[in-house]
């Protein structure tokens, strides 16, 4: 896809990974609109990405709620004068044992991950179908290929938003609307301020900046998906799926002290 002139609606675009990613289309052309459910945060990023395109605007909404995700759509297709890219980044997390983490938290992860994305994407299938040349970019996680203790409906809601992103590219196959799944591994963004666990426990951060010219990249290529970590990921990844036995046994050495760094990491 060439990025330039595109139309671009990216949700929870007011801070992480979202906002790099905002300046990084912007630089390639492209004409943006960015959500937020905190009216303050998301006026200073607006302000913030205005220094170098004042066109951009914001739309402050929870694409939890159906009001907040229909207000994300009608304003963004009216501002814009209709959409051809669609990135699904709003996210919340909340770490710790399942049994000790309250209902209200699970299910916030749940229609904040998983449900929203789908929903927006349902809503915004006809301003994408009327582009003709449109995209849909998910954010899942690293965590959605490699399933991390602590982080179980996480993982659920990232898995299940990368395996809905495979599906409804193979839907939409053929109709003018590709589907590329982006996986970060841990991002230096706000999201992950609350999680004390380093590289020891398999948490090496990198810039959001680096994520975001990669998923760049993966827009560009009309990629299928763009996975972060690098080699020491990719071996995780084929150990996981070859010896998924092995990998249990690593996490089992490093539990008492992945429990310790990430039982405050929440983000909702």
């Known amino acids: 896809m060439k990025i ?8 929870g675009g007011s801070s992480g990974i979202g906002l790099a990613l905002a300046h990084a289309l912007l630089a390639k052309g492209a004409k943006v609109v960015v959500t937020g459910r905190r009216p303050d945060v998301l006026a200073n990023a607006v302000r913030e990405l205005q220094e170098t395109a004042p066109s951009v605007s914001g739309v402050a909404a929870d694409v939890a709620s159906p009001d907040g995700r229909a207000a994300t759509i009608r304003q963004a297709v009216d501002t814009l004068g209709g959409l051809d890219v669609l990135v699904n ?8 044992r399942l049994e000790n983490t309250p209902e209200a938290e699970l299910q916030t992860m749940i229609e904040v991950d998983l449900v929203a994305p789908i929903l927006l994407t349902r809503a915004a299938l006809p301003a994408l179908r009327a582009g003709g040349d449109a995209m849909v970019v998910n954010i899942a996680s690293g965590i959605a290929l490699i399933g991390a203790p602590f ?3 996480y993982a659920a809601t990232k898995a299940g938003l990368a395996r809905f992103g495979e599906a409804m590219r193979r839907e939409l196959k053929g109709e003018g609307i590709h589907v590329l799944t982006a996986y970060p591994g841990g991002t230096d963004t706000p999201m992950m301020r609350s999680n004390r666990a380093g590289p020891e426990l398999g948490f090496s951060r990198e810039p959001a900046s680096a994520v975001a010219a990669a998923i760049v990249e993966g827009i560009e290529a009309n990629a299928f998906e763009v996975i972060r970590g690098g080699e020491t990921r990719a ?3 084929a150990l996981n799926r070859e ?3 092995a990998v249990d046994e690593r996490f089992l050495g490093l539990k008492p002290a992945l429990e310790e760094a990430v039982r405050d990491h929440s983000a909702l």
Not at 4 to 11: A, E, V
């Open 243 to 245: 010896n998924p036995a």
């Open 151 to 153: 982080y179980a409906t």
């Open 89 to 96: 980044n709003a996210g919340g997390v909340r770490a710790g």
């Open 235 to 237: 071996q995780m990844i």
């Open 4 to 11: 330039d002139g595109k139309r671009i609606l990216i949700t």
